[in-house]
């Protein structure tokens, strides 16, 4: 089970991937700019990075790092394949939408195949991140969480600091 604030993260990326990017106002852009890194994240394997950047601190095997560069090779493999073929859907889509007759359940065909790739995209994460967490033991994943809260207190200040 993810532990709680990785559960918030998890939803909040799930709502974005399905929500998009257009037409937001200044301050949902400010905060779409905040969550886009953590899309970026996502997308390059996380938290999988985190842990190999920490192995040492962790005492991963090379068995284990082997494991995690793996399961993160194969969601990546996924979303690459799956982000390409929302673009070929949006062209379909922007197409569409500049003529004069739109054809509106085509178009909704669309939308609920764009939705589809992306949740396959959202079902290889938490796949990922839950094989992942199966490659730790239980010490080792009680490490990683002390150092995530650290880090995320860290940020956390940075941010405020940041804001003044």
């Known amino acids: 089970m993810l532990p709680s604030k990785m559960s918030k993260f998890v939803v909040m990326a799930m709502a974005i991937f399905l929500l998009g990017f257009s037409g937001v106002s200044k301050a949902e852009a400010g905060m779409m700019h905040h ?8 997308m390059h394997g996380a938290p999988i990075p985190f842990y190999l950047m920490n192995q040492d601190r962790l005492g991963l095997t090379q068995d284990q790092v082997h494991k995690l560069i793996h399961l993160k090779m194969v969601f990546r493999k ?10 070929v859907i949006h062209e379909d889509v922007r ?15 669309d939308i609920n195949r764009i939705v589809e790739h992306k949740k396959k995209i959202m079902d290889s994460y938490v ?15 009680d490490k990683v969480k002390k150092l995530w809260r650290e880090m995320m207190m860290m940020h956390h200040g940075m941010m405020e600091h940041h804001k003044m």
């Open 78 to 87: 996924t979303a690459i394949m799956e982000k390409a073929r929302i673009k």
């Open 95 to 109: 197409v569409e939408m500049m003529k004069k007759d739109i054809d509106a359940s085509d178009v909704k065909k």
């Open 35 to 42: 969550c886009h890194g953590h899309m970026h994240m996502i």
């Open 127 to 141: 796949e990922m991140v839950s094989s992942a967490h199966k490659v730790l033991t239980p010490e080792q994943f």
